[in-house]
C-alpha cells in the first residue's frame, strides 16, 4: 500500500472522528453562529455547512505569494487584542481540511491552546503538519484535521481560522470555534 493510500485510510477514520467531537464540542459551545460555506471548504468536505463559526468583519491577512511552504506567519484575528487574538497561517505544502488557495493546502488557526491558554505561535512542526507540542502541557493539534488534538490534555480542537483567497490576497472571515480565554469568542457578531 502506497504511502498515500495509508494517508487516505487514515484521513477518512479521523474526519469521522473529527466531525463527532467538533459538531459536541461546538454545539455545546452556543454563541456561535451558523453558516453555509460550501464554497469556502469545498463540497468534498463534510466539514462544510454543517460546523458553526463565530463570525467577524473580513480582514485581509496575507497575500498569497507571500506565503512560503510550511513557514507559518503570525497575526491577530479577529481582534487585535493579543490576549485573546493570536494566530498563525501556513501553506502546509498538502491538502487540508478547510484550506484554500489553488491547491487547499493554506489553513490558519488560532495560536492560544484550548488546554489553558500555552502560546503555540513557535511549534508547528512541519513534518507532522501539527501545532505542538504546547510549551505548557504537551498537547498537539492536527492542523490537517480541523486543528483536532492529537494528544495532550486538551479536550477542544485548536479554533480554525476561516479564510477565503480574493485574487493574490487571503482574508480571514471567522473563527470555527471556541478561542482559549472566554465563555464566548471576544466581540462576537451574529448572522
Ligand atoms: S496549555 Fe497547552 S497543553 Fe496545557
Known sequence: ?????????????????????????????????TLALGSIFGSSSSFAGQAQFAQYPRKKIVGLSELKTDQPIEFLYPNDDPTYSKCLIVNIGERAGGGVGPAQNIVAFSGICTHMGGLLNKV????????GP???HLTTFDI???GMVIAG???????????????????????AGLIFGGPTNPGMMFR
Open 1 to 33: 500500500m502506497t504511502r498515500d493510500q495509508n494517508a487516505d485510510q487514515r484521513g477518512a477514520k479521523s474526519e469521522f472522528n473529527c466531525i463527532n467531537r467538533r459538531h459536541f464540542l461546538l454545539y455545546g459551545a452556543g454563541a456561535v453562529s
Open 124 to 131: 508547528y512542526k512541519p513534518e507532522h503538519k501539527a501545532i
Open 134 to 136: 504546547c510549551p505548557s
Open 144 to 146: 490537517t484535521r480541523h
Open 153 to 175: 490534555h486538551a479536550v477542544e480542537s485548536l479554533p480554525q481560522i476561516v479564510l477565503e483567497v480574493e485574487g493574490n490576497s487571503i482574508y480571514a472571515t471567522a473563527v
